[in-house]
């Protein structure tokens, strides 16, 4: 980076609203993965100062619960307004701090203005059921009621949407935030974080002390900081987003306290690919789900299921498409593929490589180091095809980069039983115009992932549906459709406008 360029990029950052001097410190380095220059060095929070930071939260929920839902939603609304008006300015600190190239970077960023939208919506849905009791004279109904504070531990690869799928929801839900950005990205997370602290602000202006001190909060630091967040009995609902051996961890944790948790895990995403498929649209559908964020997506297309009687012909397609990847500086406009995070990212990629080898795999195309004299300190690689015999032990792992299995099956029934015979639940998808594969797939002897696709990739969900998946993905769900009811506590109501007192079940008592 050029004394020019870094000195933009500062200029990005103040107008996003971060004040560098004000984080300053020796605990965080943050490096940009295009070409290794150091962009900040930041302070940590102290693992002793979160229980102040809890204890914050924890007062903010005393006066937000009581705030209308659609006033909190209000406030969401404001948010996503500044996103908006930040999109390109936070867009291009995540394409520098990340790697993601400029459309990606943007794109995010739409995620935190579209779930803004979804949210103030939602404050005025809160629903809950009317019930039909069996005692003459009475009604039961349900009731949704904000649930406490709620602590966001965000990954690196997507550092300002998942914050904004949570922290919206929990917002309009009537619950107060402590966000935790992963150190590999709190550049672009404090970004995010500004424009709704710029939110409350005006926020305020509108509706006066509504919005209480320790609504939003956030915090830099390492793992000390987030498990003080996962072991507090005061953090109602721990979001976390990150590896299955992070699940782990903070799963039992939380559960030990009986806390809630949304664990947002691994990703083994399949493609299975028929003879009644239309190839030229799933070689599209490929190519963005396999290298699309550098294969650094949770839900990457991993593994390509294909039946023999397609496999060479699509495998021709695929690698000529491959053959034409624009791979370089993502703040280019024509680049497709960015680098990998860092190098501990490209060592992982080779050694996956290297067991593939070892497995009976044929290395079909990439898989090397590029630009490295143009970027000593960027690790930027070819995505890599490799044919497999079978599903074999490194198959099944999750490999984040841009490294794409291929399989082949004779049976649709051979191809379910492959998508399924990983670990990890997220995302899958078929492309078939054959109803009868589409519905099997679809069905309860289908696919058992979170999220199936047909006749597209199994990247690129919308806020609408909620979003998670299976066995060691978590279980859990975020953004749309009634993820919602993740941050609120139910209570279920009899009422007796009657005057007699008669019991369920037929009981008579005395």
Known sequence: MTETSFTDFQAVLKRCGIDLPSY?????????PIDGVELARLAAQPAAAMPAVIERATQAFEQWRLVPAPVRGALVRLWGEELRRCKADIGHVISREVGKIVQEGLGEVQEGVDICEYA????????GKTIVSERPGHRIMEQYHP??????????????AVFAWNAALALVCGDPLVFKPSEKAPLSGLATFKALERAIEQFTAQFGNQAPQGLAQIVLGGSDVAEALVDSPQMALVSATGSSRMGRSV??????????RILELGGNNAMVVTPAADLDLAVRAIVFSAVGTAGQRC????????????KQVLLEKLLKAYSSLRIGDPLHNDTLVGPLIDAAAFAAMQQAIAQAFQQGGKLLTGGQRLLEQQFPQGFYAAPAIVDMPAQTAIVQQETFAPLLYVLSYETLEQAIACNNDVTQGLSSCIFSNDLREVEMFLSAAGSDCGMANVNIGPSGAE???????EKETG?????????WKQYMRRTTNTINFSRELPLAQGIHFG
Do not use: C
């Open 299 to 310: 839900t990457s297309l991993r593994r390509l299921i294909v039946h023999r009687d397609v």
């Open 475 to 483: 279980g859990d769900r975020e953004s749309g459709s009634d993820a």
């Open 251 to 260: 799963g039992p944790k939380v559960a030990a306290r009986f806390g809630k």
């Open 147 to 160: 649930l406490g504070p709620v602590a966001v531990i965000t990954a690196f690869n997507f550092p300002s």
């Open 24 to 32: 300053q410190g020796n605990d965080i380095n943050v490096r940009s």
């Open 120 to 127: 103030v919506g939602l404050s005025r849905q809160l629903h």
């Open 463 to 469: 806020i609408g549906g909620a979003f998670g998946g």
